[in-house]
Structure formats: C-alpha cells, structure tokens
C-alpha cells in the first residue's frame, strides 16, 4: 500500500519543480499522539488517518496527481492533557505550523492543499487556518476528516446513543482492522455519558455546543463503547472512507469557486 510512489519526501528538491503542476493536489494527513483510553495505542488517529490517506493516494494518486505528505503527528489534543502520553502543540503552536507548511507548499507549482484530519480536537483550528492559508499563500485549502466526529455532526453508532466521540465503538472498530496487534479490548468497558444523551440541545452534535475535556465525562477519558467494536464494521468503516476521500478529491480536482 506504501509503493504507489507519491510520498512527497520521496522526490528530489529539482524534482518537485518538474514534476507538480498547478493541477497537484497535496494531501496533508494529521493525526494525534494521545490517550485513547486502556484499549487503544496513542498514535491511533495517526495510524487511521494514514493508513486510510495511503489507500487513497494508491487508488487515484496518478488520476489526480496527487502527493501525499508525511502524517503530522504532534497536533492538539490539550482536551487529553490531564493523561500522561499525550504529546500535544497548542492552539497558537499548530496555527503557526499549519501556516508554516501552506508557506512552503505555496513554493511548489501546486495549488491545492488538502488537510486530511484524523483528530476531531483539530477541526475547528483546521478550518480558521484553511481560510488564513488562502489568504497568506493564496493556495486553494481543503478540509476533510476519515469519519466525521460525532461531536461535530457525523453519527456514532446507535449503542452510543450518538456519544461515541472518541475510543469508542467505529473508532476501536478501525483499529481492530487496521492494527490488532496494538488492540486490548479486554481492557474496554462502556463509557457512554446517559444523561448527556438525553439533553436536546447541549450534547454532542447538538445546537449549543460545549467546552469539554475527555476526562469531564468519567476520568478514564474514553467516551463511546469499544466493547461494540469488530474487525468486520472496522473493514467496512476503513472502505467507506477511503472511497468518500477519494471521491472528494475527484470534486477537489477540479473546484473553481463555482466560477
Ligand atoms: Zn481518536
């Protein structure tokens, strides 16, 4: 899956000047160092944002002439700063890093910058610098996620009760697909926050949104229910989105404002 041959930091400096053209879209995939409760390992939105951006840059990386940069690991996680293990930038640190890359970028002949985001915790900041990196660079940025955070509009297992926001069952699913070496679900209990479900308008996904650290809910950090979690939904979640990226990328090819 690692030989498509369009990992970026695989060309020669001359070759990028050869080889992107203003049709070049790169593709920024960013993860996380941080806890995952007992069951999963830290690098887990990493390895799910890589590993789902590597299976795309495969399957259309030639028909959209796409590259793929390195994951950038270290991003914001600061709503698991209370955990030991968490290895996290702040807000104003990632801005000024996103704004570093879209500089560099901006010296190729490629135009478009897509941020693959494996880390709900970075999506609000991802999308203040997409619009800054437009402005400063004048590159055309773009914003997508392998699943969409339930605490952000996407939908979490009905288990869940729409609370399966981080470690829970799709995500303890994806792992159990994509490394079941680094799975312990015998240490996985249910951490599903009941009377939050039942609030209409302050919940996750909800009309008034809320500041909240993952230990705020119980104080191991995990909400959702990995013990729902099987190999089979992981495989089915990890196709979904690699197709749903690479159909986005075909729209991103050829975005014009609508022009
Ligand atoms: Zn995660």
């Known amino acids: 899956m690692t030989s498509h041959g369009r ?16 049709d070049s879209i790169i593709l920024q995939p960013l993860g996380a160092i941080e806890q995952h409760g007992p069951h999963l390992p830290l690098a887990t939105d990493s390895i799910v944002a890589t590993a789902v951006a590597e299976a795309a840059v495969a399957e259309v990386g030639e028909e ?9 690991q270290f991003t914001k996680s600061n709503e698991h700063a209370w955990s030991p293990g968490t290895v996290w930038l702040s807000a104003t640190t990632l801005l000024a890093v996103i704004d570093d890359i879209a500089r560099c970028v901006a010296t190729t002949p490629a135009k478009r910058l897509v941020f693959f985001n494996g880390h ?23 914003l997508t996620h392998p699943g969409m955070p339930a605490d952000q509009g996407g939908v979490s297992p009905a288990n869940e009760l729409g609370m399966g926001v981080h470690g829970g069952t799709d995500e303890t699913s994806l792992m159990l697909h994509l490394a079941p070496h680094l799975v312990d679900l015998g240490l996985a209990e249910r951490r599903v926050p009941e009377k ?44 979904g989105a690699v197709h749903n990226l690479c159909d986005g990328l075909r729209e991103v ?5 609508g022009r």
Do not use: C
């Open 7 to 22: 990992h970026f930091a695989d060309l020669s400096g001359p070759a990028v000047s050869d080889r992107l053209t203003a």
């Open 64 to 72: 959209l002439d796409l590259w793929l940069l390195p994951t950038l």
């Open 120 to 142: 709900g915790g970075n999506s609000a900041l991802l999308n203040v610098a997409s619009r800054e990196a437009r402005l400063s660079h004048g590159l055309m940025t773009f």
């Open 253 to 257: 090819a050829v975005f014009d404002f």
């Open 196 to 239: 939050l479900a039942q609030n209409k308008q302050v919940r996750f996904g909800g009309r008034i949104s809320f500041g909240w650290l993952s230990n705020d809910f119980f104080p191991d950090g995990y909400i959702g229910d990995p013990t729902a979690a099987d190999a089979e939904l992981g495989k089915r979640l990890f196709e």
